[in-house]
């Protein structure tokens, strides 16, 4: 049974804001259809009534998401609409639902047709919107001290994740939540990471290669291959397009003293900071450092440089990107020399509390490190190599795009959601 309302056309200081009130018992056609006219709203809105929930829809988004096959490209999944010919002014002509759909046909008399679920999976109430943020979109992330470090650092299996989509989802999943996993009874063997990394998607490859080895080497590229202590720091923070995740393959642990791992989760730091020193936090999410990497590496030279504060935050204030490196920032201030003292100070101080909140342990040979490069610092005391005793670590990266495009596929295959 359909339901039609047909409507008046309207001036454009008198427009209407249809209420399609509709609830009851479908099978036996109750329905309560209202229309209630809007003349203050300057915009137009169907309001549909939809598992007992009361669910409002712009005219001029409704028509914007036309379903139609001139509107969008049914294969390639995307609108297809011609813009220069669109009316953000566009009117409804009529509205006609069952139980399933909504059509609407507009003043231009283009048709529309919207399943009801895939409107409740686009809803604007500000519930479903992060409802749809916190699990599609992006799971949130948990802060953690180092002390809860073996409580949120998972285990994961290396066999089940290259076989099992549901173990897959899992690893990802966490990874996103925590900032860091734990891969075990990982092969031994130099293309196990690929084996990984395939499920996801795509290696990110940087002037270090494809893949990079870290091991002990004299006259390095680069410190990270010295058996010195490694201050805790993110990766290639001189990358604009700075690698998402950090995967380092322990091939050979050292079996003296010494080698282990250090995480701390800046995105506690950083809470931690704005609460209780504020005038640093301001600091270090306001001014530029210059991060950078010149060298050459296997016959490459390179030239890195990019300038972006400590702490990124987003346009919500939210931490976005963290940068830490005390070999890869570079000697040029991009700021005033008043500013330069204060810097240091907040700069020294975020180091000293990311070492405070620090998790420590040692992986062993089998495991893949798998952590956010762009919200976790890491680091390693130092170590000694042993004839015979090589601590070698096979590394890779991957960016958060395949990782969190990825989690969405699996989500929507394992967990599908109505009108996805
Ligand atoms: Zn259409």
Same mark, same amino acid.
């Given at each position: 049974m359909l339901q039609n309302i047909l409507l008046r056309r309207l001036s454009a200081t008198n427009r209407l804001k249809v209420h399609l009130d509709l609830f009851g018992d479908f099978k036996h056609n109750k329905f309560h259809i209202n229309s209630v006219f809007n003349k203050s709203n300057k915009d137009d809105f169907v309001e549909i009534k939809f598992q007992g929930k009361s669910l409002r829809f712009p005219n001029v988004w409704l028509r914007d998401n036309c379903q139609c096959e001139q509107c969008f490209h049914q294969s390639a999944k995307s609108r297809i609409l011609d813009l220069s010919k669109f009316n953000v002014d566009v009117q409804l002509k009529t509205v006609v639902q069952d139980e399933t759909t909504v059509q609407i046909t507009w003043d231009d008399n283009h048709s529309s047709k919207y399943g009801l679920h895939w409107l409740k999976f686009r809803s604007f109430t500000p519930e479903d919107q992060l409802k749809y943020t916190n699990t599609l979109y992006q799971p949130v992330k948990k802060l953690w001290h180092g002390e809860d470090f073996q409580k949120i650092c998972s285990k994961h299996d290396y066999n089940k994740i290259v076989n099992c989509d549901d173990a897959l989802h899992n690893w990802l999943q966490d990874l996103a939540t925590y900032g860091v996993v734990l891969i075990q009874n990982t092969p031994h063997s130099n293309i196990a990471l690929d084996g990984i990394i395939e499920r996801v998607g795509f290696i990110k490859r940087t002037h270090y290669g494809v893949k990079f080895v870290v091991e002990n080497v004299a006259n390095t590229s680069n410190v990270a291959y010295l058996s010195s202590n490694l201050q805790m720091h993110v990766d290639l923070p001189y990358y604009e397009y700075c690698p998402g995740v950090n995967m380092l393959h322990c091939l050979v642990q050292t079996v003296s003293e010494g080698g282990e791992n250090l995480l701390a989760d800046c995105h506690y730091t950083s809470c931690y900071m704005k609460e209780h020193h504020p005038e640093e936090y301001k600091l270090l999410t306001e001014t530029d450092v210059e991060w950078s990497d010149v060298g050459v590496e296997h016959g490459n030279e390179f030239f890195k440089l990019y300038r972006s504060p400590v702490i990124c935050l987003d346009r919500h204030g939210a931490v976005k990107r963290i940068n830490f490196s005390v070999p890869q920032? =570079?000697?040029?201030?991009? =700021?005033?020399i008043e500013t330069v003292k204060p810097w240091y100070e907040a700069h020294g101080l975020f180091y000293e509390l990311n070492q405070k909140f620090a998790a420590k342990f040692k992986t062993k040979a089998g495991d893949i490190l798998v952590f956010d490069n762009i919200r976790l610092l890491h680091g390693r005391n130092a170590y000694e190599d042993k004839s015979g005793n090589v601590r070698k670590l096979l590394g890779a990266y991957v960016d958060w795009d395949e990782i969190y495009s990825r989690l969405r596929c699996l989500k929507a295959k394992l967990y599908p959601v109505e009108g996805i």
């Open positions: 920032r =570079g000697s040029h201030f991009p =700021g005033s």
